[in-house]
C-alpha cells in the first residue's frame, strides 16, 4: 500500500505513520485528531479508482494529508461501492490504531469520514455504514462534516 504525500511523494504506510507522528511531536500540547477517509469515481463504465485520504489535523491550526489510490474493476452496485469505501477507510484506520498504540499515541482522535449524507441517494446507506465504523471502535462523520472524503480524497479521484 502506497500513500502520496503532496510534498514528500510516495511513502509506504509505515513512512506515512512515521511523517504523521513527525507532525505531532513538534508541537505535542497541541490538539490533534487523525482523519481518514475514502471516496471513488467511475471511469469509463470500465473501472473504479478508489482513493483513501490520511489526514492529520492540528485543531484549528493547518495539517497535513497523504492519499493512497486503488483502481478496481467497475463494481455495479452503488451500496457495495460505498461498503468498500467504508471498508477501505477502516482497513487503514485499523493500521493505524495499531501503530498508534505501539508508539505512545494511543488516544488520539481518529475519525473515520464517510462519502454519505442526508441528501441524495446515500441517505439509505448511512446507519448501516456508519453502524460499521462505530463497531469497529472510531468516530463516524457523515456529509457535511466529512470532508476527509468529500473535499480531500474526492479531489484525487478523478
Do not use: W
Request: charged share 25%; hydrophobic share 40%.
Amino acid at each position: 500500500m502506497l500513500f502520496i504525500s503532496p510534498t514528500k511523494g510516495k511513502m509506504t504506510l509505515e513512512e506515512t505513520f512515521d511523517e504523521v507522528v513527525s507532525y505531532i511531536e513538534q508541537r505535542p500540547r497541541e490538539q490533534y485528531k487523525l482523519i481518514i477517509g475514502t471516496d471513488s469515481h467511475v471511469h469509463l463504465g470500465s473501472e473504479v479508482i478508489f482513493v483513501t485520504a490520511v489526514i492529520i489535523h492540528r485543531v484549528g491550526k493547518g495539517g497535513r494529508y497523504f492519499f493512497c489510490r486503488d483502481k478496481q474493476r467497475f463494481v455495479e452496485s452503488f451500496r457495495q461501492r460505498i461498503l468498500f469505501e467504508t471498508s477501505l477507510s477502516l482497513d487503514v484506520a485499523s493500521r493505524f490504531a495499531g501503530f498508534l498504540a505501539e508508539n505512545g499515541h494511543a488516544l488520539l482522535n481518529v475519525e473515520i469520514h464517510l462519502d454519505v449524507g442526508e441528501q441524495g441517494d446515500t441517505k439509505e446507506l448511512i446507519r448501516e455504514v456508519v453502524g460499521m465504523v462505530i463497531g469497529s471502535g472510531f468516530d463516524a462523520r457523515i456529509k457535511p462534516e466529512s470532508y476527509g472524503a468529500s473535499k480531500v480524497a474526492d479531489k484525487y479521484t478523478k
